[in-house]
């Protein structure tokens, strides 16, 4: 049997997105923003009243915090607005700390408490005004609601990457597990292979907790280990590139980020994906561990095989300190190729697999 290990990376992947201020910038974030959202739009008129602080909310604002809680008919007209979704903006600014008042036919910031710069530009082709809106969240955080996929890889990228050398005392559960199914292979060998995967993929809940950055039962098991893309490496180089799509949205007292990569097909199971691989772990199986089989050429897709045909996605809530609450993840697959059994045979194999992952992050109070 060969001896040389075979980078098994289509089996199982650890997402890696994180979102975490180091506590030791924790004075930084003070002055400094993270990302900043641009958006072009026509707004409603400013109020005109002698309540200086009062900040009219955009057409696409209102259009955001409606679509918070899913599909909502609205005409544009702040006139129509009913009951149930003047209560829905409500709610959606609270989380950010932008009270919402509505009166004169309009609806307005009622405090100057987020800073918020409008600038108005005039299109000379049609006479239409536009605007650019900065809005910069609580603790010096700017937070890219409705903001380009661009703003919100930026905005995980930094806070992931901070992950990994946060000082403080954290608490990481972590759950994971892959979901197989065979489905072409010798009928006579695939309750053997099935096995094979079984003992290879087991689920598992971890707990631990770090103080600043170590185990404190533990001196060789660290965050950095713990936590993805292994150590010596950043949580996460996601570029613009690799995502087909991306949202945050306010939630609560935090933010909900979702995040849905590309689909990747690789020739060679061992041929690393770029857009996966930077925020994921692989997991090496050599064919010592695949036995009695051994490991072909194959191909492998990361990401689903129909419509939409969308890559792995997570989703995540980071809370008003900038940290993260929870991260759950979705990573379809696809394997397929040949393997060897005792190494006499060459066998078509095929086997869609998704792997899941639950993650929890609790800080001291």
């Known amino acids: 049997m060969k001896n040389k290990a075979?980078?098994?990376?289509?089996?199982?992947?650890?997402?890696?997105?994180?979102?975490?201020?180091?506590?030791?910038?924790?004075?930084?974030?003070?002055?400094?923003?993270?990302?900043?959202?641009?958006?072009?739009?026509?707004?409603?008129?400013?109020?005109?009243?002698?309540?200086?602080?009062?900040?009219?909310?955009s057409v696409e604002m209102i259009k955001v915090a409606l679509g918070s809680a899913g599909a909502s008919k609205w005409d544009e007209k702040i006139?129509?607005?009913s009951a149930r979704q003047k209560?829905?903006?409500?709610?959606?600014?609270?989380?950010?700390?932008?009270?919402?008042?509505?009166?004169?036919?309009?609806?307005?910031?009622?405090?100057?408490?987020?800073?918020?710069?409008?600038?108005?530009?005039?299109?000379?082709?049609?006479?239409?005004?536009?605007?650019?809106?900065?809005?910069?969240?609580?603790?010096?955080?700017?937070?890219?609601?409705?903001?380009?996929?661009?703003?919100?890889?930026?905005f995980y990228n930094q806070h992931a990457n901070a992950t990994k050398e946060y000082q403080g005392k954290i608490t990481v559960q972590r759950k994971m597990g892959t979901k197989t199914e065979i489905t072409k292979f010798l009928p006579g060998l695939k309750g053997i292979l099935q096995g094979v995967l079984d003992r290879q993929l087991k689920d598992k809940d971890e707990t631990k907790t770090f103080v600043n950055g170590k185990n404190p039962g533990d001196s060789n098991d660290t965050l950095e280990k713990f936590l993805p893309r292994s150590a010596g490496q950043k949580m996460s180089t996601l570029k613009p590139e690799g995502v087909k799509t991306a949202t945050c949205v306010a939630d609560g007292n935090g933010w909900k980020v979702v995040i849905t990569l590309k689909k990747e097909?690789?020739?060679?199971?061992?041929?690393?994906?770029?857009?996966?691989?930077?925020?994921?772990?692989?997991?090496?199986?050599?064919?010592?561990?695949?036995?009695?089989?051994?490991?072909?050429?194959?191909?492998?897709?990361?990401?689903?095989?129909?419509?939409?045909?969308?890559?792995?996605?997570?989703?995540?809530?980071?809370?008003?300190?900038?940290?993260?609450?929870?991260?759950?993840?979705?990573?379809?697959?696809?394997?397929?190729?040949?393997?060897?059994?005792?190494?006499?045979?060459?066998?078509?194999?095929?086997?869609?697999?998704?792997f899941w992952g639950d993650l929890t992050f609790t800080y001291p109070s």
């Open 265 to 354: 097909v690789m020739n060679g199971i061992d041929t690393i994906p770029p857009h996966h691989s930077s925020v994921m772990d692989p997991l090496e199986i050599d064919n010592e561990s695949m036995d009695p089989f051994t490991l072909g050429d194959g191909q492998v897709i990361y990401g689903q095989i129909k419509e939409p045909n969308n890559g792995g996605t997570l989703s995540a809530k980071v809370n008003p300190n900038g940290y993260l609450d929870y991260l759950k993840l979705d990573a379809p697959l696809q394997i397929s190729g040949k393997l060897g059994y005792k190494g006499s045979l060459n066998i078509e194999t095929v086997i869609v697999g998704t």
């Open 6 to 57: 075979v980078r098994f990376t289509a089996l199982i992947l650890i997402f890696s997105f994180v979102f975490a201020l180091s506590a030791c910038k924790k004075d930084d974030a003070k002055t400094t923003t993270v990302a900043t959202t641009t958006r072009a739009e026509t707004t409603v008129p400013e109020s005109t009243t002698a309540d200086q602080t009062a900040k009219p909310l």
């Open 79 to 81: 006139s129509s607005l």
């Open 87 to 154: 209560q829905t903006i409500t709610t959606y600014f609270a989380g950010v700390g932008k009270p919402v008042e509505f009166r004169d036919g309009n609806a307005y910031f009622t405090e100057d408490v987020i800073a918020t710069t409008l600038q108005n530009e005039t299109t000379a082709s049609n006479n239409t005004t536009t605007a650019t809106e900065k809005t910069t969240l609580a603790a010096g955080l700017t937070a890219p609601v409705g903001g380009s996929i661009a703003d919100i890889v930026s």
